[in-house]
Nanobody, 124 residues
């Protein structure tokens, strides 16, 4: 079992950059495929970006390609989401999640472990 804690959210303006962090305790994040999801008010939780276990290959939802970057720091046991050129549509609670497969999983139900979420609000 792995415990996940997100941080780094806040209120920013459109066009700004933001870095979200997902820190893990008890287990190494390199043993998991880790993803960021987001959920806007009244909307379903949706996949944003993921990084595969072991090899660390990233994969993204189309709307964030070229703007967001996911990476993993094994020494700090932390996965980051770098958000550049943010837009008001990026406003949501962002969640970190982990699962043990070796596939580019993007569905909420495929993830076993979740953090508590961090709020990102982008003003226009």
């Amino acid at each position: 079992q792995v415990q996940l804690t997100e941080s780094g959210g806040g209120l920013v303006q459109a066009g700004d950059s933001l870095r979200l962090s997902c820190a893990a305790s008890t287990r190494s994040l390199s043993d998991y495929t880790v993803a960021w999801f987001r959920q806007a008010p009244g909307m379903e939780r949706e996949f944003v970006a993921g990084i595969m276990r072991n090899i660390g290959s990233p994969y993204y939802e189309d709307s964030v390609k070229g703007r967001f970057t996911i990476s993993r720091d094994n020494a700090k046991n932390t996965v980051y989401l770098y958000m550049n050129n943010v837009k008001p549509d990026d406003t949501a609670v962002y969640y970190c999640a982990a699962e043990t497969s070796v596939y580019e999983t993007q569905r909420v139900w495929e993830y076993d472990y979740w953090g508590q979420g961090t709020q990102v609000t982008v003003s226009s």
